[in-house]
Nanobody, 119 residues
Framework: QVQLVESGGGLVQAGGSLRLSCAASGRTFTSADMGWFRQAPGKEREFVAR????????IVADSVKGRFTISGDNAKNTVYLEMNSLKAEDTAVYYC????????????WGQGTQVTVSS
């Protein structure tokens, strides 16, 4: 069994920064990419960013482009999300995810970490 554990969430004022971390543990697996999603109250879960290990390709949602940066360590199956210039609308539960190929759905999910931005 693979577990993804997020950390780094919390309460921050608008304009502030947070750094989320996600580490995989448990059964050894090779991921093709890892990513971050978020879900705000009353809304569907949405894609935030992902990093594809082959070629270290990063993709970031338009809503956070220029403010959020994804990075990670493939060998450690660890991914980070640096969030700057946070806005109230960034308030959500942030989930880490990983998958074995980029052509399939996400195989593993973390339990989520709450990010609250006060205006």
């Amino acid at each position: 069994q693979v577990q993804l554990v997020e950390s780094g969430g919390g309460l921050v004022q608008a304009g502030g920064s947070l750094r989320l971390s996600c580490a995989a543990s448990g059964r050894t697996f090779t991921s093709a990419d890892m990513g971050w999603f978020r879900q705000a109250p009353g809304k569907e879960r949405e894609f935030v960013a992902r990093i594809q290990w082959s070629g270290e390709i990063t993709i970031v949602a338009d809503s956070v482009k220029g403010r959020f940066t994804i990075s990670g360590d493939n060998a450690k199956n660890t991914v980070y999300l640096e969030m700057n210039s946070l806005k109230a609308e960034d308030t959500a539960v942030y989930y880490c995810a990983a998958r074995r190929t980029i052509w399939t759905t996400w195989d593993y999910w973390g339990q989520g970490t709450q990010v609250t931005v006060s205006s």
